[in-house]
């Protein structure tokens, strides 16, 4: 899983694997370890986690050990009965000194037992190995029981370059206390991951999309077609600083901010901030939860000190993906406090095209 996102896996496991489950302490910043008994397949609906594994500990000083050991066959036949025939055609090996003799041994005896092909760049069958955790002087082994990482959704269909991690959008919602009463506004919505994140974890009161970018609108509306949602939410083509809406609309906002890099410019953020921040307080009902993501630290949090007067920053948490750590912001709309003033009702952007 990414890094930050530990203590959303370990609520996740817990809520939906119940009494089956049982988290270990002594994990790490990157997995979460814990006895299971029930069905594997409920392991594949966890939206938080980038993959799940089979993990058992072998003894011995060198990888070798494994050479002969059924266990590995049995965590590989599991993992493949989970799935259609023909969902793993290859395999790849993850392991210390991949190139000794030994290691040659034990991928030639994985390929001859299983009939898969042995292809370390591009395969659906994931093996690692690795020192036992705590230090131990055996071996872990771990076998991916998808032919993809988890957080490689099958509903996105269409993406856009820079769409939102998905792990990190459902851990998002979660920040939200999802509700069947929620009123939920996805602002810039992109490829639609948070939307479609949201209304897959729970279901809502009504959602609303909204983007400038027609392909954007399209995308998402493909991408909550793949779903299983169409019909589950509007979308509307609008710029998030100037909404055709009314004032105390929304109970949720959820938005992946532009952070300079491959969409927007730092420069163009430092203008769009503030205004975003001050509009979603016009829609937001009081007491309304809104979800940002920013890779553009300093100047959100400078952002946030005049927009301090509508949002109450209530938490922020880190995550640390692939070079990048952007921050979730866990924002409360204030009670009492008045509506931002904004444009003319007939100047707010465009009315929702469906």
Not at 115 to 130: H, K, M, N
Not at 167 to 177: G, P, Q
Not at 198 to 226: F, H, K, V, Y
């Amino acid at each position: 899983m990414l890094d930050g996102l530990v203590p959303f896996v370990v609520a996740e496991v817990e809520r939906v694997l119940g009494g089956r489950a049982r988290v270990l302490a002594g994990g790490d910043r990157t997995a979460v370890r814990f006895h299971y008994s029930g069905p594997l397949a409920d392991l594949l609906g966890l939206r938080t986690p980038v993959a799940a594994y089979l993990l058992t500990s072998v003894e011995g000083r060198r990888p070798s050990a494994l050479l002969g050991d059924e266990r590995l066959f049995e965590q590989v036949e599991a993992a493949r009965r989970l799935h259609p025939p023909g969902a793993f055609s290859s395999f790849r090996l993850s392991v210390p000194g991949a190139g000794s003799a030994a290691v040659r041994r034990l991928r030639d005896e994985l390929a001859a037992r299983t009939g898969l092909a042995d292809d370390p760049d591009d395969s659906e069958l994931l093996l690692r190995i690795r020192r036992a955790h705590g230090g131990g002087t055996g071996w872990d082994l771990l076998t991916r029981l998808s032919p993809r990482p988890l957080s490689a959704r099958s509903w996105r269909v269409w993406n856009l370059p820079g769409a939102l991690n998905a792990t990190i959008a459902a851990a998002m919602v979660e920040l939200s206390r999802p509700g069947p009463s929620d009123r939920v506004l996805n602002l810039m919505c992109g490829s639609g991951t948070l939307l479609v994140e949201r209304l897959a974890r729970a279901p809502a009161a009504s959602a609303l999309g909204c983007d400038l970018d027609l392909a954007a609108l399209e995308g998402t509306r493909a991408n909550l077609a793949a779903a299983g949602l169409t019909g589950a939410t509007a979308l509307a083509r609008m710029d998030a600083t100037r909404l055709a809406l009314g004032e105390d609309r929304f109970d949720v906002l959820l938005a992946d901010l532009p952070y300079g890099h491959r969409m927007g410019s730092h420069e163009g953020n430092a203008a769009l901030y503030p205004a975003m921040l001050e509009e979603a307080a016009r829609v937001a009902a009081p007491g309304a939860a809104f979800l940002v993501l920013t890779h553009d630290l300093r100047l959100f949090e400078r952002c946030l000190v005049p927009a301090g007067r509508w949002w109450q920053a209530e938490r922020a948490v880190q995550v640390f993906q692939k070079g990048h750590h952007p921050v979730v912001h866990l924002l409360r709309r204030r009670s009492g406090t008045a509506a931002p003033g904004g444009p003319e009702p007939g100047r707010r952007g465009r009315a929702p095209t469906g």
